[in-house]
Structure formats: C-alpha cells, structure tokens
C-alpha cells in the first residue's frame, strides 16, 4: 500500500520569501515520487520527480525537493516565492507493481501575498 | 508535439444518465491512466489501460468502465450518474506500464469537469 499526507492544506508567503510545502509518504516498496501543480481550472504538470539516484531533486520554475528516507519525507522548496507561483500543489507516490498507480496527497494551496 | 486531449471541457448530465470522456494520448505513449478529482481533494486513480488491456483499478464502482482504442485513445463510460460523480476527469498518458518503467512520469490533460444535476 502506498499513500502520502501533505501537512497543511493551505500555506500564505510573502513574495520573495522561502516557500516550504510539507510531504511525507509510506510505501511498502521503494517509492517514486513526484510533485505537481494544478493552476485554477486546469490539469496538472509536473514539478519534479524522484526515481533513484542523487536524493536532492530540481525541478521546473526553480522549485526542488529533497528525498529524506530515514524521515519518509519529500518536501517541496523554493528559495524566492513568485507572485506567479500561487496554486495548488499536489505531492504524489507511485507504486512498482508492474502498472503506474498514482497516489495524490490531498494539496496544499500557496497563496503569494505581495 | 500536442499533449494530451481530452473532450469535453465542460459537461453537464442530469442524475441517472449515463456520460461519455474521451482522451487522446500524446503520441507515442500506450498507457492512459483515467483519474476523479472532486473539488478540493487530490486526483483518485480509477482506471489504467495499456495496450489496450485494463492493467490497474481504483476503488470504483461497475458504474465506471473503460476502454482503449488500437489508436492507443480512450473512452471512460459512466452508468447512472450521481450527484457526487461530479468532479474534474482526468487523463493521463505515459511511455509504458511495466515494471521496468514504472517510475515514467504521467502527463496529465486539462481534464473534463463534469456536474451532475
């Protein structure tokens, strides 16, 4: 079984300051794990991923995420928040049972506070 | 290179009618995976089909069903729609479905937001 939990449903920054989204997962098997985000009306795409390998993960629009097995955890970072940045964001597991289930947390919305 | 499609955008049924979605892959890919995202919740899985064969199955009921096309497109069907199959549909496309590939990304469409009535 695979899940994740995404602490904190909705998280307010200022522009310009260190967002931090929370996420930790539990999964019987080495997991794979993703960020995505969902603009108002709109599908989702990918932040980042991580599959194996270097544990520290860069993604798209200077987002990255760290993966902490010893914490179960694969928090989404990002130095300078951008007013363009406010969306929803979805963290996501995987699993490796021969077909691509994926497990969404439930989000968390980032409002950007000018 | 067009991502994924998906048609309708916009659908509105009335309770007890039966519904039809339909996705086109981004070419190339032979698995779409179908998902519900009701409004405020994450995207729940419901189905994944590869090469044309049903590989994975959320927890669902008979009213949802799927099906895959040679041409690698996909129809999800649903029977005796209810007020809380309201929700945004999405699609998602990848490379592959088997084990040595199961970490490829999923790339979603815009999705299909359904109200039911």
């Known amino acids: 079984a695979q899940s994740v939990t995404q602490l904190g449903s909705h998280v307010s920054v200022s522009e310009g300051a260190l967002v931090l989204l929370r996420c930790n997962y539990s999964?019987?098997?080495?997991?794979?794990l993703f960020w995505y985000v969902q603009y108002p009306n709109q599908g989702l795409q990918l932040l980042l991923k991580?599959?194996?390998?270097?544990?520290l993960v860069k993604g798209i629009n200077g987002f990255e995420a760290e993966f902490k097995k010893s914490e179960t955890s694969f928090h989404l970072t990002k130095p300078s928040a951008h007013m363009s940045d406010a969306a929803e964001y979805f963290c996501?597991?995987?699993?490796?049972?021969?077909?691509?289930?994926?497990?969404f947390g439930t989000g968390t919305k980032l409002q950007v506070i000018p | 290179d067009a991502g994924v499609t998906q048609s309708p955008t916009h659908l509105i049924k009335t309770r007890g009618q039966h519904v039809t979605l339909r996705c086109s892959p981004i070419?190339?890919?032979?698995?779409v995976s179908w998902y519900q995202q009701v409004l405020g919740q994450g995207p729940q899985f419901i189905f994944q089909?590869?090469?044309?064969?049903?590989?994975g199955r959320g927890n669902f009921p008979d009213r949802f069903s799927a099906r895959q096309f040679p041409n690698y497109s996909s129809e999800l069907n649903v029977n005796a729609l209810l007020l809380g199959d309201s929700a945004l549909y999405l699609c998602?496309?990848?490379?592959?479905?088997?084990?040595?590939?199961?970490?490829?990304?999923?790339?979603f469409g815009q999705g299909t937001r359904l109200t039911v009535v």
């Open positions: 998602a496309s990848s490379w592959r479905a088997d084990r040595e590939l199961v970490s490829t990304e999923a790339f």
């Open positions: 999964s019987s098997v080495p997991p794979y």
């Open positions: 991580y599959t194996t390998g270097a544990t």
């Open positions: 996501a597991v995987s699993n490796s049972g021969g077909y691509q289930k994926v497990t």
């Open positions: 070419s190339g890919h032979k698995s």
């Open positions: 089909y590869y090469e044309k064969e049903e590989r």
